[in-house]
Structure formats: C-alpha cells, structure tokens
C-alpha cells in the first residue's frame, strides 16, 4: 500500500510549497511590492508613533513650565506689591526719621513676617543677631 503512494510527486509538491514560501518572505526585500511596501508602512507607523510620543511628552513639559513661570509672575508681583506697601508706610510713619524704636521694630518683623507668610521659602532660618559672613572678613 506504501509502494502505491507517488512519493516523487509528494515531494515535488512539498518542493514548490517551500519555494513559495521562500518567495513570499523575500518578496518584502524586493522594492515595489506589496509585501515590501507592507514593511515600509509598518516601520513609517513606528517611527511616528515615536514622534507623538515624544510630541505629547514635549507638549505637557511646556505646560508644566508655562505653570510654574504663570506661578512665579504671580508671586513676584504679590511680592512686589507688598515690597512697595511695607515701604510707603515705613515712608509715611510718623517716626520715619528718628531712630529706630521698639514700636518701628515691632512694625518692621511684622512686615517682614507677612512676607514670609506669604512665601515661606524666601525666608532663612538664620536668626537676625548672626553677625553676617561679610563681617567677619
């Protein structure tokens, strides 16, 4: 029964399956064919997906840092305009141009208080009686 199989014509068959097989994957190194454009178009996918990605990241970086400048403008102005209010009333004071007394004291650490209150990180921790690191030189 085994004998009765054409077993060249089996192989002959199989031969040309393979061959065809070869073919088709080779086929996508050939330019200007289906399966070549096919890898084209999958590689021009990748590349602009990269591109979105990397657009997307750039786009929520520059939001982030128009924030923080949007931020920065606002605390600078609030602390300029306190600046300018602290110095028309130590200006205006009625004691503005004898010495410094405990009530003009009291009214400078209390603007400067407001101001630390209002932005905690532009104040130091350095008690004001430190003699400054200029002096010692």
């Not at 061959?19 to 070549?36: D, I, R, Y």
């Not at 007394?101 to 990180?121: G, I, K, T, V, W």
């Amino acid at each position: 029964m085994l004998a009765r199989i054409p077993w060249r014509l089996v192989g002959y068959v199989l031969a040309a399956v393979l061959a065809l097989a070869a073919l088709n994957h080779f086929a996508g190194f050939v330019p200007f064919t289906p399966q070549w454009q096919a890898r084209q178009l999958s590689k021009k996918v990748g590349e602009l997906n990269s591109q979105v990605s990397t657009l997307e990241r750039e786009a929520t970086g520059n939001a982030e840092i128009g924030q923080a400048v949007e931020t920065f403008h606002t605390r600078e102005v609030i602390v300029r305009e306190i600046a300018a209010q602290a110095e028309t009333e130590a200006r205006d004071a009625p004691d503005a141009t004898t010495p410094l007394s405990q009530e003009r004291a009291a009214r400078l650490r209390l603007n400067d208080q407001r101001m630390c209150d209002e932005f905690p990180n532009l104040c130091s921790d350095v008690s004001p009686t430190a003699p400054s690191p200029d002096a010692a030189d």
